[in-house]
Each structure stands twice: as structure tokens, then as C-alpha cells.
């Protein structure tokens, strides 16, 4: 299946079979609807937010990649705040990452429901042995991947594992 990826995700949509196809965004919708693609690779609020429920019929649960969150300045913007409003800004961090994954986890929910209820998207949970085949194809990318980061001199490695670690402690059952 031809398959509409966003950026570094190519190389997953080959060794899964499938054939990478680089459009943005606003070229998504269009190009589902015409058949350029067979469906895309991207985090499920589209079904809902940019109306890909209306042109797919299946979402396959599988964890394909992670979302962060960043809130950015520019370093002068950052050095021309007063050092209190700096500290508030610092204190607010952890709240407004939690505030921002619980929205967007119940975003997702509720975008799968609206599919499923309005245009009878389904959606599939792979088999433990498919779910093993593609932890399988997928490992070497995600080694390659880790290894390029340490190689940076950034602790790739321990930043994998912690978010693994939080990962299933937060997994909602």
C-alpha cells in the first residue's frame, strides 16, 4: 500500500511493506480522496481535525512513533523576560506537559469514537504474533536510530529507557 509519511518515517513504511509517499499535511486529505494514497501515517486526531474519516475505512492500533510536546522562544525573547517571569515559566513546565498529554490522549479518544461513530472507521489491534513480526522488522531502525543520537554524545540510551519506563506505567489499560 502507498502511504503518506511524514518526514523520518519512510524507512518504518519499508520495512513494514508498505511503499512511503512525502506529503504535508494539507496535501493528505486531497491526496486520500483522489486515491493518490492508500492511507497515511500520522497520529489519529486526523481522523477527526483534518476529516480523514472520510476517506478511510481501517486505523491500525500500533505505536508507531511518540509525540512531544515543545513549547519554544526565541534565546533573545527568553533573556529579555524578568528572572521571575522566567522561574513561572520553568515551574509551569511539568503542568503544562501533563495538561498537554492528557488533552491530547483524550483528544485521540474522542476522534476515534467520532470515526467510528460517523463514518464507520474500524479500528484494528494487531495479533500477538503480528505485533512481534513488526517489533521485529522495526528494531534495527530504532537501534540505528539510538545509536546516531549517542553518537551525538546524547544519552539516547537512558532517555529510551525512561521513556519506555513512563510509557508503561502511564499505558491506560
Do not use: K
Not at 518526514?7 to 509517499?21: K, S
Not at 492508500?38 to 481522523?47: A, P, Q
Not at 475505512?57 to 522562544?73: E, I, R, W
Amino acid at each position: 500500500m502507498e502511504l503518506r509519511v511524514p518526514g523520518d518515517n519512510t524507512d518504518v513504511v519499508e520495512a513494514l511493506g508498505g511503499v512511503p509517499v512525502g506529503l504535508n499535511q494539507a496535501e493528505t486529505g486531497e491526496a486520500l480522496q483522489a486515491g493518490v494514497v492508500d492511507g497515511y501515517v500520522s497520529s489519529r486526531e486526523g481522523l477527526m481535525d483534518f476529516q480523514y474519516a472520510r476517506s478511510v475505512q481501517y486505523v491500525t492500533d500500533y505505536p508507531m512513533t511518540n509525540a512531544f510536546l515543545l513549547a519554544v522562544m526565541n534565546r533573545q525573547r527568553w533573556e529579555s523576560l524578568p528572572e521571575d517571569v522566567q522561574r513561572v515559566i520553568d515551574e509551569l513546565g511539568a503542568e503544562m506537559a501533563h495538561f498537554a498529554g492528557d488533552y491530547l490522549d483524550n483528544h485521540i479518544e474522542e476522534s476515534l469514537a467520532w470515526a467510528a461513530e460517523e463514518h464507520g472507521v474500524e479500528t484494528l489491534t494487531l495479533s500477538d504474533e503480528e505485533e512481534v513480526r513488526w517489533a521485529e522488522r522495526l528494531a534495527p531502525i530504532n537501534e540505528a536510530r539510538l545509536a546516531e543520537v549517542a553518537e551525538m554524545g546524547l544519552p539516547a540510551y537512558e532517555f529510551y529507557d525512561r521513556m519506555m519506563e513512563l510509557i508503561d506505567s502511564y499505558r491506560r489499560p
